[in-house]
């Protein structure tokens, strides 16, 4: 069960990371539509324009893995719910078509 935690608990550290995919998604629209004007403007443009429509499934798996790790959680995790969450996340960044191919060219 800890090793579980622990390895869904690298895999969010890991999805963590597209903070800088959502400033390398603002820089690409801020190009074609110019500057993004505050920080309420960018809210709306991740959860509204079409541009950072890509990050939304990687947000929603980011927000169950805060809940599942929670240590204020009153349930322990159970195994089977860790995995879940996990196969999800692997799922997501190694083998879904439309977020995969998107993901690694940020990468880069």
């Not at 622990?6 to 820089?27: I, N, W």
Request: negative net charge; aromatic residues 4%; proline residues 6%.
């Amino acid at each position: 069960m800890a090793e579980l935690s622990e390895r869904l608990k690298k895999l969010t550290d890991r999805c963590a990371r597209c903070t800088s995919r959502t400033k390398e998604t603002q820089v690409a629209y801020e190009r074609q539509h110019g500057p993004v004007q505050g920080p309420g403007e960018l809210l709306q443009l991740l959860i509204r324009h079409p541009d950072f429509a890509w990050l939304h499934p990687l947000s929603g798996l980011m927000a169950v893995a805060d809940e599942v790790l929670d240590p204020r959680r009153e349930v322990t995790v159970a195994p089977e719910e860790a995995a879940v969450v996990r196969n999800q996340v692997e799922r997501l960044l190694l083998s879904d078509e439309a977020f995969s191919p998107r993901y690694r060219d940020v990468l880069q």
